[in-house]
């Protein structure tokens, strides 16, 4: 049985990405943001999932106003990455996961989750980025197939966060009725608190993304019934795209561990939110991973040293 | 496709200050914005903008208006006629600016000052969740910078 193991919430401003294409992370300004990946990147080194789902949006890349799926499916072999302007990012190819892509869209259709298939779609900022926080920068090839599922949230107005959160059920479902046995991440991006459209350009709100991340960790039912205005007005214009983290919250256990949490503000136009979250590990679960309870421990201390270091 | 608008519904969030928030009937009156900047994804369409902008705006379907808005660089307006700030980007992109560029311009602030106050914080949201709000005593004008930052300027 194939079965979603940890989620990761994490920003994925694409100015982040300039700065690693670039070679800019050791300028102080990106130092500040990257610093706050480094655990994140060892716990993946360490957890090492077979598959990852990466939950995005699209910036006007691979989707433009002629179509706009609310959710969409990427049940393709591979994903180039998209030109947004300045050529293709020089990140691999992300490889896809067709068999159980095509699994989880059936099984969430079935279950009245109306998806967009997609067999064909190249991957912007909003996916690579976050890949590269987590999975470094492989020259040749990521660690591990990736099915990205493409939100919108850039034409209002985007699914609730209700909505989100339960599709995240209804894809845990779907993974655990993939009879291969693979361990999963599911990641959730954007946000957090940004507004890049009009005068009020440039809003952040610190503490609605405490608040925010505070109750995605032990309430999360709490969020989903969050209204999209309070998001806009709170969180900004854009911040909106934080009911994405939601799906990545529903296809977790209720209860889960938060092993990282880091926060900086800003990058670019953005505030960076990052959390790790684990599901529990039942007694009878398998033993792959017995160094689990130190490493969470380790990973507590290091985000607490980096909130007071902040 | 280019039809007459009609009268615009008020919505919960046009009491946002500061922000057009981009609903299915602004991409619908926005549609010829956003596949002209869309179209300039690619070069040989960027160089063609560029040699001659109101001739290849004809292109598209816009309205005078919303021409103009482009030709006049005011992302502001293209906003508020459909356009979005995705899509408007690739248009800064194409004159070569920074992204923070476009934001300082939509704020009416100079680039240092914005990138001083995102340095600083960001926009507070006191004082910017609410038009209806704002005449409440104490509050802060919507569009203005915080405080730090505008302090900065000479």
């Known amino acids: 049985m194939a079965k979603i193991i940890a989620g990761v919430g994490s920003s994925h401003v694409p100015a982040i990405g300039a700065a690693l294409d670039n070679g800019r992370t050791e300028e102080p300004y990106w130092k500040r943001v990257f610093s706050g990946f480094e655990k994140s990147k060892q716990w993946m080194r360490e957890t090492k999932p077979d598959v990852a789902i990466v939950v995005y949006n699209d910036h006007a890349s691979a989707f433009s106003v002629d179509l706009i799926p609310t959710f969409a499916l990427g049940c393709a072999a591979e994903f180039p990455p998209a030109d947004e302007g300045w050529g293709p990012r020089p990140v691999p190819v992300v490889k896809g996961h067709p068999a159980l892509a095509a699994h989880i869209a059936q099984s969430v259709i079935l279950d009245e989750f109306d998806l967009t298939i997609v067999n064909k779609m190249e991957v912007d900022h909003g996916l690579t980025v976050p890949m590269n926080l987590l999975f470094g920068q492989p020259k040749d090839a990521w660690p591990c197939p990736v099915i990205p599922l493409a939100v919108n949230v850039v034409m209002y107005p985007p699914p609730t966060g209700h909505r989100c959160y339960m599709l995240g059920k209804a894809i845990r479902k779907a993974v655990e ?134 | ?46 160089k063609a903008f560029k040699a001659n902008e109101p001739e290849y705006l004809k292109r598209f379907n816009l309205t005078p208006e919303q021409t103009e808005a482009i030709l006049k660089r005011d992302y502001n307006r293209m906003l508020e006629l459909g356009g979005n700030i995705y899509f408007t980007a690739k248009l800064g992109a194409t004159d070569g600016h920074s992204f923070q560029h476009l934001a300082a311009v939509m704020t009416g602030s100079s680039q240092q000052d914005y990138a001083a106050m ?22 802060k004008s919507k569009s203005k910078p915080k405080s730090k930052s505008s302090a900065k300027r000479k």
């Open chain 1, 177 to 310: 009725s993939y009879p291969e046995d693979l361990e999963m991440v599911i990641f959730g991006t954007g946000g957090l608190s940004h507004q890049i459209s009009g005068p009020r350009a440039g809003l952040i709100n610190s503490k609605w993304d405490k608040a925010f991340l505070d109750n995605l960790s032990k309430d999360p039912k709490k969020l989903t019934r969050i209204p999209h205005i309070d998001y806009m007005r709170e969180a900004g214009a854009e911040g909106i795209e934080m009911v994405m983290w939601l799906i990545m919250r529903g296809a977790l256990e209720d209860q889960v561990d938060e092993v990282y949490r880091f926060y900086t503000v800003p990058a670019s136009n953005t505030a960076v939110g990052h959390i790790i979250l684990e599901n529990r590990r039942r007694g009878a679960g398998k033993a792959k991973r017995p160094a689990a309870k130190t490493k969470r421990a380790a990973a507590r201390n290091t985000s607490q040293a980096v909130r007071r270091g902040k």
């Open chain 2, 118 to 139: 995102m340095l600083a914080g960001g926009r507070s949201v006191e004082g910017n969740r609410s038009r209806s709000g704002k005449a409440k005593p104490g509050s």
């Open chain 2, 1 to 46: 496709m280019a039809r007459k608008d009609t009268a615009r519904k008020a919505k919960d969030y046009d009491d946002i200050p500061g922000t057009v928030v981009f609903d299915a009937e602004r991409s619908r009156q926005g549609f010829g914005i956003n596949m002209f900047c869309m179209s300039l994804m690619k070069d040989e369409n960027r």
